[in-house]
């Protein structure tokens, strides 16, 4: 959560401060989820529960039993994660959330947390190992690099750890499964979606109204896993170490064939609306992610960073401030 006054100016910010959620990015991750329906029935679901039918052909998005929430903390999506699937798993079947950041979290219930880098193979290899051989449904990913605001050099970071985070998805998704993940819409992102349709049947790209206009952010919501161009098999039969390079050249290569440059190419862009039913804080008529609202009364934060980067940063900048004084 963040500690700006602007965060604090920040209507979604306020709500889910008042909703007991640990991040206002939960309700990036809701509003994805009331206009694709990834991780619950919607209104027009089957009777019994079973997912709507999202394609033309018949296909429905699998029910989520097991799920990845990659760069989690402090845990805002898999609080969400473990609410919507807890109301939509069966007694037989509990949910099962795999939480990975290079921070720790406060413990959820109903939620192993795994602190590692998601671009380390050994992260890699201990999520995979948590399902024993099952497959997750969905994978996640809202994974963001402290921004310099050199643009080509954030959005460099940030694509490396949206390869590693299908990097690690092509190891645990199940067939017809659902990854979602944070994307920065720059010059080469077409380049990203060619190859992402490699792997999914559908890819989409979402603007969350939590998500300020002003941010490159966007998120991918790529559905159908092992229906893209590269049939399963093929997604499956690849290793660990280096498997995006060995799938399609990597972004760097930017090659899907030998000598064949790889096309860049467009996918649907949609805007996730507002959530129906949310209650509005006081003063607030209209849920808008890029106005500041006044500040409230401060409440204490719900799950305080346990050891937050910015410690670090202060304890030096006090050291420099005595070493002055000093002087
Ligand atoms: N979705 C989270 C929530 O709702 O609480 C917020 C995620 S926050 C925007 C981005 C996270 O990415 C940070 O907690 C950061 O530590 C994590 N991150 C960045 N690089 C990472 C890496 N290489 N491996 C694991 N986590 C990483």
Not at 123 to 149: M, W
Not at 169 to 175: F, G, K, L, Q, S
Request: charged share 25%.
């Amino acid at each position: 959560m963040g500690k700006l006054s602007r965060d604090k100016r920040d209507v979604f910010y306020r709500l889910a401060k008042e909703s007991g959620y640990r991040a206002r990015s939960a309700y990036k991750l809701l509003q994805i989820d009331s206009r694709f329906h990834l991780l619950g029935p919607s209104t027009d679901d089957n009777d019994d529960g079973t997912s709507r039918t999202d394609g033309s052909d018949g296909w429905r998005p699998p029910r989520v039993h097991r799920a990845v929430d990659l760069c989690a903390a402090p845990g805002g999506w898999s609080q969400v994660l473990a609410q919507c699937m807890e109301r939509v798993c069966e007694i037989s079947h509990r949910p099962s959330i795999v939480a990975v950041d290079l921070w720790p979290i406060e413990p959820l219930d109903g939620v192993k947390f795994i602190r590692g880098d998601i671009t380390s193979i050994d992260t890699a290899k201990s999520i995979i190992q948590h399902f024993e051989g099952e497959r997750a449904e969905l994978v996640v990913c809202d994974g963001a690099p402290d921004v310099t605001n050199r643009h080509s050099f954030d959005e460099y970071i940030q694509s490396q750890l949206l390869l590693a985070a299908i990097n690690i998805a092509t190891h645990v998704i199940c067939e017809g499964g659902t990854f979602v993940a944070k994307i920065f819409r720059g010059r080469d992102v077409g380049l990203i979606y060619t190859q992402l349709e490699l792997l999914f049947g559908q890819v989409t790209c979402a603007k969350p109204t939590a998500s300020r206009n002003a941010s490159i952010e966007s998120f991918v919501v790529c559905q159908r896993f092992g229906h893209g161009k590269l049939p399963f098999e093929k997604c499956l039969d690849l290793e660990l170490e280096g498997s995006w390079d060995e799938l399609c050249g990597g972004v760097g290569s930017l090659r899907l064939v030998p000598g064949e440059p790889v096309r860049p190419t467009t996918v649907p862009f949609v805007s996730c609306p507002d959530l129906e039913g949310v209650q509005l804080p006081e003063g607030v008529d209209f849920l808008d992610s890029d106005k500041s609202y006044p500040v409230q009364e401060a409440k204490a934060p719900l799950a305080p960073p346990i050891q937050p980067p910015y410690e670090q940063g202060i304890a030096k900048a006090k050291e420099a401030r005595a070493a002055r004084h000093k002087g």
